[in-house]
């Protein structure tokens, strides 16, 4: 690889979902472009994750230790990093198409003066085989100061990372990527470029999108991160939450007819 290349390090971590984990790992394989190392971070599982074949997957890694939870796991997982980008892409979670990585390093290339990046999240829903919501994606989310991005679309040079003390706060369940983005915000580590592509598809299920409750508990640790970093800006914080929840649900109706793929799956407009 020469320095001219733009490296990807791709960190995946996982708790007894070997299912949703081959899914990634199969997203990440038929990618167009060799320039990332796929880090996989498991924390014991119990469904015998540890007995595929990772050797027979390229640029992969495979690292199985306890964690206390799964932004630990995260921390854990950042620390084996050794690229020049960083992209936290979960179990279940996949790349948008087979040239993702490709368009994004071009996009990186012809916008050098960043240090981070911010594409488009489809959001599916499992059950439903519907397209939930588009995340990240539109002028709400380049304009409206504080705006939340899509972890799963976010990439961030591993040296900007670095400077927090630890990239994930580990002690809450939900919002941890988002006190990221407004610890990076208030520190004047922000110099993110926003990009016209899709980059993944996330199906719903994760910690933040199970339920309702845990939607309120997010809303909650949103609350107290939001009062501890910025203060009185809190309630326009919790306003920009709701009104992205509703802006990204009728940016579905933008993407009418689209069809999506995701595994053996196809995906249409739920509208």
């Not at 796929?38 to 230790?65: C, V």
């Not at 409206?144 to 400077?163: E, N, T």
């Not at 990009?195 to 999108?209: A, D, F, V």
């Amino acid at each position: 690889m020469t320095k001219s290349e733009i490296s990807f390090s791709i960190i995946t971590v996982t708790l007894d979902a070997k299912k949703e984990l081959l899914k990634t790992i199969n997203s990440i394989q038929k990618q167009d472009y060799n320039f990332f190392t796929h880090i996989i971070k498991d924390g014991l599982s119990k469904d015998q994750t540890f007995k595929l074949d990772f050797s027979k997957y390229k640029n992969t890694e495979f690292h199985q230790f306890k964690d206390q939870g799964v932004y630990d796991a995260m921390n854990q997982a950042f620390e084996l990093a050794k690229n020049e980008y960083v992209i936290f892409l979960n179990a279940g979670d996949i790349f948008f198409s087979k040239n993702s990585l490709k368009v994004l390093a071009e996009n990186i290339k012809k916008n050098p003066n960043f240090n981070a990046y911010s594409g488009g999240t489809i959001q599916i829903n499992l059950e439903e085989k519907t397209i939930k919501r588009i995340i990240g994606n539109g002028k709400l989310y380049k304009y409206l100061p504080l705006a939340q991005l899509p972890h799963p679309s976010f990439v961030i040079k591993k040296s900007i990372l670095s400077k927090l003390q630890n990239p994930f706060d580990s002690n809450l369940r939900i919002a941890s990527d988002y006190k990221q983005q407004l610890t990076l915000r208030k520190k004047g580590l922000w110099k993110t470029c926003y990009l016209n592509q899709m980059i993944s598809i996330m199906p719903i299920g994760g910690i933040s999108t199970s339920n309702k409750v845990s939607i309120i508990n997010g809303f909650k640790e949103t609350f107290f991160i939001s009062f501890k970093i910025y203060k009185f800006l809190t309630p326009y914080i919790l306003l920009i939450k709701i009104i992205l929840n509703f802006y990204s649900k009728l940016k579905v109706l933008k993407f009418n007819g689209i069809k999506i793929n995701y595994g053996d799956c196809i995906f249409k407009n739920s509208n």
